[in-house]
């Protein structure tokens, strides 16, 4: 609070910080975009003027019930209210900023009364001279008679006729009066008038003669200048009084706006972001820091700390001094921090709901005066956030260090157990520390209690909270490291019982495997990071060289390419016939058709003998040197999973890796089948039916109609394309087809017709 409150521009604001109330959600979402359009607004146009604004609600006040100001109380009120003025000017102007332009709108002080007032005084804090003439003649006035009186009086002193009773040659004030110094007994001698003695009565203090005239004349022009200035004073009160209300307003809206660069100030100093709040109880936050540890300049390493409907508690374990009561702290800070409209120091997207109560059992409560031992003090604290959380339920969040620490281990841990459950079936948000076995073992017999510990690596605490780690206390680690003798320590070692040394043994192992395996996941991260760069590389470069060879044949092989049209066309003419009227002695003088036509283009890139790839094959990555899975084929590439990570692969770069590669001398659509009782069919188009994606039961439907056409167009062989997939399809077709009155024979698909993703089927 102290912190917020030193943030504030202002000495109200400062005040305001340290009597704010809790904040409603609504509110607390008013406070959050007020500082963030605040930011925006002053990183575009510099401070806006709220420092400038006096607290100068009593002094128009005093002015509205017709008191008669002092000038340092009407010099403030004018310099405030031009400032007023200037900041309601400038959030008005701010359309981006609805907020602060809704409370600039409220700052409406008459700027006639705010110009008069501001104009009154000069820089001197004097009633200005130019504003109102009659003080500025007068003082000129007066100026002049003082300049008149010293003078006289100062020649009086330095010239020969007081030369005998001049007690020493000076000219003072007495009673606003010039006065010289005489000696005692020259006073009888009518020099002037007396103004007093020295204290040791040596010295008379005489108005001479010569200076009474200039004296009186001063004064009186002095009792005018005054009464000149007090018209003035009563007429700039009364303007002042007239808009006292709407002053008392702005002045309050002023404040407002100091709150929200006193966030923002706190929200700098933390590197603070804006959470997510809502009323649920969660907590979410990420990369969570101690603000009181960062605000004193101290490095804190960042942490994830959650709890929420499912796990409302939290069970912090650890070592002496590995961070548990830091962690637990940032939580309860970052909740207040909520509560008073302030960002919370913490990463992007974290996550603290509002709660009405942050009850917190932190530190010995105990008191000789109330006769209360710490474990007993405890339970008093204990009792009362258990009464309370029964009011609350989800709205408190319980802070707990250390629990029924202060008695017999196995009792304390049965008690704190208890008291945390209590909680937790109150419906409140828990996170306690603890060293107690109890309390670490109870994430696993309650799904309610998230369980996480401090990280103890290398001998040494480094503050990291791990998620799920039942931590070891490393007492005797802490010991040693703190300078206590190692015989000492070797001493209650050995005192620990069997049974302890292998719990706290165990710990330690679970500790050093989780270090491992985080280890691991992150050379793993980053092994699969460096595969997609190099898959992402490789695509880049693939798609390179395609758009250089398709330049290079563009601009070389224009020749080649008629020829291509040509050779295209006359192959066009013989799937033509073949889809009308499929035939094995029609695709044997189809291939001989083909290969004629490559003479025609000898220097073409007619498809070469290669490997012919289907979804679900394994195949080797040449490139990378990785085994994946095709999960697609197009013309020329494959889409291939490797180590989960889905690539664009060219065919070139592949070779099966757990199966024979097939050949295709011949576009897909020209393989002659194999299957004798397929009667030397060709796979088309025409007879193939795609099954792919739908459920059995709409495949057979499909498949009834298909037949139909298909004996209708004079097929006697047809092709179902079913894929591999999990194999339940092919297998639900191939049993229910068996029995199906109009198939005669049925069976994979020959290799060269697509194999085992196609079943054939011979029609009665």
């Known amino acids: ?333 970052c909740a207040l921090l909520v509560r008073w409209g302030c960002f919370v120091p913490a990463a992007e997207g974290s996550r603290v709901d509002r709660f009405t109560d942050v009850l917190a059992d932190i530190g010995d409560a105990q008191t000789v005066h109330g006769d209360l031992s710490s474990f007993s003090a405890q339970l008093v604290v204990l009792h009362g956030m258990l009464d309370r959380a029964a009011i609350v339920g989800s709205n408190a969040l319980c802070l707990l260090d250390e629990p029924c620490s202060g008695t017999d281990p196995s009792q304390g841990g049965a008690l704190a157990r208890a008291v945390l459950e209590g909680l937790v079936d109150c419906g409140a948000r828990v996170v306690a520390t603890t060293h107690l076995t109890q309390i670490k073992g109870l994430a696993e017999a309650d799904g309610r209690f998230r369980r996480a510990a401090m990280e103890y690596a290398d001998g040494r605490p480094t503050y990291r909270v791990i998620d799920d780690v039942a931590g070891e206390s490393h007492a005797l680690d802490t010991a040693l490291r703190m300078g206590l003798s190692a015989h000492l320590v070797e001493r209650a070692r050995s005192l620990l019982s069997e049974s302890e040394r292998g719990l706290n043994d165990a710990l330690a192992a679970l500790d050093r495997a989780r270090t491992e395996a985080d280890a691991e996941a992150a050379v793993s991260r980053r092994t699969e990071a460096e595969l997609r760069a190099r898959i992402t590389s490789l695509d880049a470069r693939d798609a390179e060289l395609e758009a250089r060879k398709r330049r290079l044949d563009q601009a070389e092989g224009s020749a080649f390419v008629e020829r291509l049209r040509q050779a295209e066309k006359a192959i066009a003419a013989i799937v033509a016939d073949l889809q009308r009227a499929p035939d094995s002695r029609k695709a044997e003088a189809a291939r001989q058709t083909v290969q004629a036509l490559g003479a025609l283009v000898p220097d073409a890139e007619l498809p070469e003998a290669s490997a012919e790839f289907v979804v679900g094959d394994t195949v080797k990555v040449k490139s990378l040197g990785q085994v994946g899975e095709v999960v697609e084929v197009s013309s020329g590439h494959c889409q291939v999973r490797v180590r989960g990570v889905v690539a664009r692969v060219r065919k070139g770069d592949l070779e099966p890796s757990k199966r024979v590669a097939r050949t295709v001398a011949l576009p897909p659509k020209f393989v002659a089948p194999k299957r004798k009782e397929a009667s030397q069919a060709l796979r088309v188009e025409a007879n193939t039916l795609d099954l792919r994606g739908h459920r059995v039961e709409e495949a057979i439907d499909r498949v009834d109609h298909f037949f139909s056409e298909a004996r209708a167009k004079g097929h006697d062989v047809v092709f179902l394309l079913h894929g591999h997939g999990t194999g339940a399809l092919k297998e639900a077709l191939r049993k229910d087809l068996h029995a199906h009155p109009a198939v005669l024979d049925l069976g994979p698909a020959d290799a060269d017709q697509g194999g085992d993703a196609f079943t054939a089927v011979s029609l009665r």
């Open 1 to 333: 609070m102290d912190a917020l409150a030193a943030r504030a521009r202002t000495p109200m604001g400062a005040a305001a910080v340290r009597a704010l109330d809790l904040l409603s959600v609504a509110e607390i979402r008013v406070a959050f975009d007020a500082v963030d359009e605040l930011r925006a607004l002053e990183e575009l146009g510099g401070p806006i003027p709220v420092g400038a604004v006096s607290d100068v609600r009593e002094t128009a006040v005093r002015a509205q019930k017709g008191a008669v100001l002092d000038d340092p109380s009407l010099r403030d009120a004018g310099r405030s209210l031009a400032a007023l003025r200037q900041l309601s000017n400038r959030l008005r102007e701010a359309s981006d900023a609805p907020v602060l332009a809704a409370l600039g709108a409220r700052i409406d002080v008459d700027p006639l009364v705010a110009l008069e007032l501001d104009q009154a005084y000069d820089a001197t804090g004097q009633i200005s001279g130019s504003a109102y003439p009659e003080i500025g003649d007068l003082r000129t006035t007066i100026q002049r008679l003082h300049e008149s009186v010293r003078r006289t009086a100062e020649d009086i002193v330095k010239g020969d006729a007081y030369a005998d009773v001049l007690q020493d040659r000076y000219v003072t004030m007495r009673d606003d009066r010039y006065v010289v110094p005489i000696k005692a007994h020259a006073k009888r001698w009518n020099l002037g008038i007396v103004h007093g003695t020295s204290g040791s009565g040596a010295t008379v203090y005489v108005e001479p003669t010569e200076v009474v005239e200039l004296n009186n004349r001063l004064r009186l022009s002095e009792a005018a200048y005054e009464e000149a200035c007090h018209r003035v004073r009563t007429v700039l009160s009364a303007m002042l009084g007239r808009v006292a209300p709407e002053v008392v307003l702005a002045v309050e809206v002023t404040i407002e706006i100091d709150l929200a660069c006193a966030r923002e100030g706190l929200a700098e100093s933390l590197n603070a972001t804006r959470p997510i709040v809502r009323e649920d109880g969660v907590v979410d936050l990420k990369d969570a820091r101690h603000p009181v540890l960062l605000l004193r300049g101290i490095p804190v390493v960042g942490n994830r700390l959650r709890i929420d409907s499912g796990r409302p508690a939290l069970v912090l374990t650890g070592p002496n001094t590995g961070g548990k009561t830091v962690a637990l702290k940032t939580i309860g800070l």
